[in-house]
């Protein structure tokens, strides 16, 4: 058993190695290393959740291929993330840039948590200075019965 386990973790920690076919790899290993980093941060447009680096759909092949064909043409990191960005338009990027069209989408998660926590002070205020209402003659009387 212990060993079935020892290589499901063994595959498991090989699996974005897997996606990446011998016949991608650069033989530089500083353009590769560079490639490497490159399709980490860019998404899988079939796979969704799943960088290029890590997917074995075709389409991610595709690229991992064009990421690497634009290194051996000696472009920066920055202009091969313009140009794949240009292509295939901000949603190829798994961190969005902070831009106006992103603001809503960085923003909103900050937003509930103040509008929430908000809310909750307001309802603790409104629940804290609710007066109490005297008791009654009946109700006084009752309670009295009852302490005796």
């Keep these: 058993m ?3 386990l020892a290589t499901l973790a063994v595959l498991a920690t ?3 190695a897997l996606a990446l076919s011998p016949d991608e790899l650069l033989k530089d290993p500083a353009l590769e290393s ?3 980093a490159i399709s980490a941060e860019l ?3 079939v796979c969704q959740n799943q960088s290029i ?3 074995d759909a075709p389409l991610a092949k595709d690229l991992r291929t064009l ?3 634009q ?3 000696g472009r920066s990191d920055e202009e091969i993330m313009a140009f794949v960005v240009a292509r295939y338009g901000e949603y190829v990027l798994l961190k969005p840039r902070l831009t106006g069209e992103t603001l809503l989408l960085w923003g909103t998660p900050f937003a509930v948590l ?7 002070m307001l309802r603790r205020r409104r629940v804290e200075t609710a007066p109490e209402a005297p008791l009654s003659e009946e109700e006084r009387k009752a309670f009295d019965r009852a302490m005796e």
Excluded: N, Y
Excluded at 114 to 120: E, R, S, W
């Design 2 to 4: 212990r060993r079935l």
């Design 14 to 16: 090989l699996s974005p």
């Design 34 to 36: 560079r490639a490497r």
């Design 43 to 45: 998404r899988c447009l």
């Design 53 to 55: 680096d890590d997917s």
């Design 67 to 69: 990421v690497r064909e």
């Design 71 to 73: 290194l051996v043409q």
């Design 114 to 120: 103040l509008i929430a926590g908000v809310a909750m």
